[in-house]
C-alpha cells in the first residue's frame, strides 16, 4: 500500500514536504533516540495539522454554516479528527486558486474556443466540471439561426460513480473538499483510477479534441486531482477557472451559458412588423434589425436596443413581438423565432420599447418592463409562417376629414361664450393630434352675433359675423378663434344662426368644388344655445332682418354631402303655460331635430375628445386584424 501524508492522505512522492497540506514529511536525521517530550511534541502538532485540515475541508462542505458543535455543522462537526471546533478557536480559510499545470483562458481564449465552434472547425464543444455534486458534462453546439445551443453531455452524480465515498451528502461533500475525519479513508489512488474509468467510458475519441475543462475553486482536494486527471489525459481546448473566466458559484450549465452569451451573433436578430404601403395600403411583414450580425458582448456585458412601434386601426388588443435569428422570407420561413412578447399599443398610437440582448439568441423586452400594463411575459414558440399568412390584405385609409363650426358668440354671460370657444379650440386640437400627416383634417369656423336693428345710415352696423374660416390648417383656424371675443345677448329666442348657415353654404360650395373627386368627409357641428331665426316674425320669435330662412340653406348643405350635428344647450324642462311661450318652444324643439338629424352631442357629457373619436372617420382592414405591430405610422 502506498505511504500517504497522516495529514490530507496524499500519496507520497518523495519530497520534504507534502505538495497539498505542506506537512513535513522527511527531515534531517538526529542523533540519539527521541525523547518522551519530542513524541508528545510531535503527536500534538500532528493532531492539530489533522484537525485544522478537517475544519477546513468542513468549512467548505457546509456552505458556509459553523461547523462548530450545535452551530450548523451537522454530522460533520462529528466526524472531525479533534472533535468540532472549541470556542474562540479560528476556521482556517481554504488556500488560494491553484494555478494549475495549464495557463487558463481569458477572454481571448474564450473567444478562440467560440470561434473555432461557429466556424465549424470543431463540431461540438464538450464542458467538464467536477462539482460537490458530480461530474457536469455539457455538450454545446450550434443550433439553428447559428445559436450556440448547449444540452447535457452524460452528467454523473458521485454516488454512483465512487461508491467509496460517504452516501451522505455533507460527508461526501467534506471527503470531496479533502477531509479524513474518523471514517474509512477515501484511497486517493483509488479515486483517481475510479475517475479514469469514467472518464475512458464516457469521452469517445471523437470527443478527445474538443474538451474544455472549468476548474473548482480551490480546497476541494479531490476535485482538483479530478481535474488534473483530464489535464493530463487530453489535449484541452481551454481551461477555465472558477471565480475568474466563469464565476465562482452556480450551476454548470449557467457557467457554460455564461461562456456562449460571448460568443458573435451569426445572424441578425430581428423584431418582426408589418408596414402598410402609403399609396396602396397593402400590408407586407417587416423585419427590423434589433443586433445586426457580428454583435458581440465582452463577458458580464449586455447590448440595448430601441425601437418605436405603432399601434393598428382596430380596438386595443396585445400586440405580438416575435424576435428572431434572421430575417424571414415573404412567406414568413427562413428565421429561426427566439421569443415573442407581447404589449398592447391604442390604435394609432405609438410606444416606446427597449430589448436588451444577453447573448446569441437571448433578447428581452426591458420596457415597457415585464408586468407593466399592457405587456405579457416572453414565450419562446411562435408560429411566424401563420402570421405572416393571416396579416391583413390592405389597410383602408379614411377620408380626409374637413371640419366647420359654428360658435354662437352672444350669450347671458361671458363665461357662456368662453365655454363654447373653448370647447372648439380643444376639439380642433385633438383632431388635429390624431393627425400624424397633416393632410388627413382641415378645420374652418364662422362666429356669430346677435342682430342688431339698422335704423338710418347714421348709426354704426354691429358686427353680425366673424370673418368666415375656410377649411385649412387646424393653426389658422386656431388663430382666428384667439381673436373672437363673446359679447351680451338681449333676447332668448333666437340667434342668427341662420346667417352662419348661409355662409357656411359659400365656404362648401368653394371647398368641393376645389376638392374635385377628392374622398373628403365634410361635417359641420353647430355650437350654439338658441335656435336660428325665422325670415318673418312668428309670435314673441323674432324674424331676421335680412329675411334668412335657415331651412334652404340646411337642405343645400346635406345636398352637397355635409354633415350637420349639433353641440348645443337649448332650454328645456316643461312648456310655459303661455300660448306664445308654448309655441315658441315647440319651434326650438323641431329646429333642434332637424338641425341633430345627423348627429347631436350634449354640453357636459360629451367632451371635446368624446366628440374629436366620433367625428373621426373610422380607418378599415381588408382582411383580418393585424396580430402585429407596425414599424410606421400609418398616418
Same mark, same amino acid.
Given at each position: ?54 475544519? +477546513? ?213 430581428? #423584431? ?80 416606446? #420599447? ?87 383634417? +382641415? ?184 396580430? #402585429? ?7
Amino acid at each position: 500500500m502506498d505511504q500517504a501524508c497522516p495529514v490530507c492522505g496524499n500519496p507520497e512522492q518523495g519530497t520534504e514536504f507534502c505538495a497539498v497540506c505542506a506537512w513535513l514529511l522527511h527531515d534531517d536525521p538526529v542523533l540519539g533516540d527521541l525523547t518522551e517530550e519530542d513524541v508528545r511534541r510531535a503527536a500534538s502538532a500532528l493532531r492539530a495539522a489533522e484537525h485544522a485540515w478537517d475544519v +477546513r475541508a468542513a468549512a467548505l462542505a457546509v456552505r458556509g454554516a459553523d461547523v462548530r458543535d450545535g452551530g450548523g455543522g451537522g454530522p460533520v462537526a462529528d466526524v472531525l479528527r479533534g472533535g468540532p471546533p472549541r470556542p474562540g478557536e479560528k476556521v482556517p480559510s481554504p488556500p488560494e486558486d491553484s494555478p494549475g499545470n495549464m495557463p487558463e483562458a481569458g477572454a481571448a481564449g474564450c473567444r478562440d474556443i467560440l470561434d473555432e465552434l461557429l466556424g465549424r472547425h470543431v463540431e461540438e464543444l464538450l464542458f467538464i466540471e467536477f462539482t460537490p455534486e458530480g461530474v457536469q458534462v455539457i455538450k454545446v453546439s450550434v443550433g439553428e439561426g447559428g445559436i450556440p445551443r448547449h444540452t447535457d453531455g452524460g452528467s454523473t452524480e458521485w454516488r454512483s460513480l465512487a461508491p467509496a465515498l460517504d452516501a451522505r451528502e455533507d460527508i461526501r461533500r467534506f471527503q470531496l473538499a479533502g477531509g479524513i475525519g474518523t471514517l474509512p479513508p477515501v484511497g486517493r489512488t483509488e479515486f483517481d483510477a475510479t475517475v479514469r474509468r469514467w472518464l475512458r467510458a464516457y469521452i469517445p475519441p471523437s470527443r478527445e479534441r474538443s474538451l474544455v475543462l472549468l476548474t473548482p475553486r480551490g480546497g476541494w482536494v479531490l476535485l482538483e486531482r479530478a481535474a488534473a486527471i483530464v489535464r493530463g489525459a487530453y489535449p484541452l481546448r481551454a481551461e477555465l477557472r472558477r471565480g475568474h473566466a466563469v464565476a465562482a458559484d452556480g450551476p454548470t450549465p449557467d457557467a457554460v451559458g455564461e461562456v456562449l452569451r460571448t460568443a458573435p451573433l451569426l445572424a441578425d436578430h430581428t #423584431l418582426l412588423l408589418a408596414r402598410a404601403d402609403r399609396l396602396t395600403g397593402a400590408v407586407r411583414p417587416h423585419s427590423h434589425v434589433l443586433f445586426p450580425a457580428g454583435s458581440r458582448l465582452a463577458p458580464g456585458e449586455t447590448a440595448t436596443a430601441e425601437v418605436v412601434v405603432h399601434g393598428g386601426v382596430g380596438p386595443p388588443a396585445p400586440l405580438l413581438l416575435p424576435v428572431l435569428a434572421g430575417a424571414p422570407a415573404a412567406d414568413g420561413t427562413g428565421a429561426v423565432p427566439l421569443a415573442v412578447h407581447q404589449v398592447t399599443v391604442g390604435p394609432l398610437e405609438q410606444a416606446r #420599447l427597449r430589448f436588451v440582448l444577453r447573448g446569441p439568441g437571448e433578447v428581452d423586452l426591458v420596457a415597457p418592463a415585464a408586468g407593466a400594463p399592457g405587456t405579457q411575459g416572453r414565450r419562446s414558440a411562435v408560429d411566424v409562417p401563420g402570421l405572416v399568412r393571416r396579416l391583413p390584405r390592405r389597410v383602408i385609409r379614411p377620408p380626409r376629414l374637413e371640419l366647420l363650426c359654428t360658435v354662437e358668440l352672444s350669450g347671458a354671460q361671458q363665461a357662456e361664450t368662453e365655454e363654447r370657444l373653448a370647447f372648439v379650440r380643444d376639439l380642433i386640437t385633438a383632431l388635429a393630434r390624431q393627425d400624424g400627416s397633416g393632410a388627413a383634417f +382641415r378645420a374652418g369656423a364662422v362666429g356669430h352675433y346677435d342682430h342688431a336693428v339698422h335704423e338710418n345710415l347714421y348709426t354704426s352696423r354691429r358686427t353680425l359675423l366673424q370673418a368666415p374660416v375656410p377649411a385649412g390648417p387646424p393653426h389658422t383656424t386656431l388663430a382666428a378663434l384667439a381673436g373672437w371675443r363673446p359679447a351680451q345677448r338681449t333676447q332668448d329666442m333666437a340667434s342668427s344662426l341662420e346667417d352662419a348657415l348661409k355662409a357656411l353654404v359659400q365656404l362648401v360650395t368653394g371647398a368641393a368644388g376645389a376638392t374635385g373627386a377628392e374622398d373628403v368627409r365634410r361635417v359641420v357641428l353647430i355650437v350654439a344655445r338658441r335656435p336660428p331665426g325665422l325670415p318673418e316674425q312668428r309670435g314673441i320669435v323674432p324674424a331676421c332682418p335680412l329675411g334668412v330662412d335657415w331651412q334652404p340653406a340646411l337642405d343645400r348643405l346635406r345636398a352637397a354631402g355635409v354633415q350637420v350635428m349639433t353641440r348645443a344647450d337649448p332650454v328645456t324642462g316643461p312648456l310655459p303655460y303661455d300660448h306664445p311661450g308654448a309655441a315658441a318652444r315647440r319651434y326650438a324643439d323641431a329646429a333642434w331635430a332637424a338641425l341633430s338629424a345627423d348627429g347631436a352631442f350634449r354640453p357636459g357629457t360629451d367632451s371635446a375628445a368624446d366628440v374629436a373619436r366620433a367625428l373621426a372617420p373610422p380607418w378599415r382592414l381588408e382582411g383580418p386584424d393585424c396580430r #402585429l405591430a407596425f414599424a410606421a405610422p400609418l398616418i
